[in-house]
């Protein structure tokens, strides 16, 4: 299995937070291009937010295993500075970029669109996002994704959501996984689902667990896929 591509932030295309309002109105102008371009390619783009170990790769893994037959799959996967997300989901057939951001807990538009360019060669029609694993940064920056998903796992506690009210906000699809854990950690999804609807009604909220599969085919219905 070849090493997936790695493609390294520079100086000058990394958004620094500390200059937060001159560089979210360049991030969202990128962004409103990268959209152009998606819709002008005819590629549907999700960007899937959430801490690390929410398990964000297992669920985009599971997705390409679900819909590789139907879809031509590029998956971006961002990182402060391992391959290793980009490597387990080449392992599945479909193109993977990996991108490090440095110090960054987040993607930026510019990144993306530089990711993008070479999946959009490899004639992908489906281009799932795996962002920096992380519950508040990638919240302001907007990458030109069609939807947005926020990952959580019922290991992260019963107020996760109660604390980070943005993302969810700022998501159309929340997933809440691991269910398979909820009995051992004493958390009952159900609850967790309605902390992620009071954060947001019109969030479509999902309940997986990639260990047994359950909820994949929802989270395909939820994303319109």
């Known amino acids: 299995m070849p090493k997936p591509l790695v493609i390294t932030a520079d100086d000058d295309e990394v958004l620094d937070i500390e200059l937060e309002e001159d560089f979210l109105k360049a991030n969202e102008k990128m962004a409103a291009l990268n959209r152009k371009t998606f819709d002008r390619a005819g590629v549907k783009v999700i960007d899937f937010m959430g801490s690390i170990g929410s398990g964000k790769t297992s669920i985009i893994e599971k997705l390409v295993e ?43 538009a510019p990144l993306v669109r530089k990711a993008s360019k070479k999946l959009l060669r490899e004639g992908v029609n489906l281009i799932f996002i795996e962002n920096v694993g992380n519950l508040i940064c990638p919240a302001e920056f907007l990458l030109g994704s069609h939807e947005r998903v926020v ?75």
Do not use: W
Not at 67 to 83: F, H, N, P, Q, S
Not at 84 to 103: C, K, L, Y
Not at 170 to 193: C, R
């Open 66 to 108: 679900a819909l590789k037959e139907r879809y031509r799959i590029g998956v971006i996967a961002g990182d402060t500075a391992t391959a290793i997300d980009a490597e387990r989901i080449g392992r599945h057939g479909v193109p993977s970029i990996q991108i490090n951001t440095g110090r960054e807990c987040h993607l930026d």
């Open 151 to 225: 990952v959580v796992s019922v290991t992260e506690g019963e107020y996760m959501i109660k604390k980070k009210g943005d993302i969810f906000r700022a998501a159309e699809v929340a997933v809440i996984n691991k269910k398979d854990m909820s009995v051992p950690m004493g958390i009952d999804p159900e609850m967790l689902v309605k902390d992620a609807m009071d954060a947001n009604p019109k969030i479509k909220v999902v309940v997986t667990s990639t260990r047994t599969g359950e909820g994949i085919t929802d989270l395909v219905k939820a994303l319109g896929l």
